[in-house]
């Protein structure tokens, strides 16, 4: 008896994480704002060349481009922290560090984040790290 997967399983996970790329791919284009700045047809930047509208209904392109990274950034900052720290065995100080190292930047690209948002409502009343 093999423990090896068999042809069919080896697809079926590929297509598994492919599904999962594309849908979370999907998830951060979407969530970033890309079909409001298409279906409305925002300008790339103000009319200042400002890369941030004012208001929480208001939009230029710039900012799809500057949110989704950031997106993406916690995502994976936070997949790292859940999914892959507790599967490091090297060794504790070397899993330590992967766990403080995400840590910092997962903080701050929230601060980034939570700046961005003050940026846009200047009413917002909160702040992180920046």
Known sequence: MSLAPTHSQ?????????FATACVS????MSGGLMHARIHEVPLT???????ANGMSHMYGMEVRMVVPMYALLGLSFY???SIAP??????LRQRL???SWTVVMLLTYSVLVVFV?????HYPFRLLL
Do not use: D, E, H, P
């Open 46 to 52: 103000g009319y200042t060349g400002g890369w941030v």
């Open 87 to 92: 599967k490091a065995t090297t060794s504790r």
């Open 80 to 82: 790292m922290l859940a």
């Open 98 to 100: 992967f766990v403080y």
């Open 26 to 29: 999907f998830t951060l284009i």
């Open 10 to 18: 080896a697809i079926s996970s590929a297509t598994r994480w492919l």
């Open 118 to 122: 003050k940026l846009k409502n200047w």
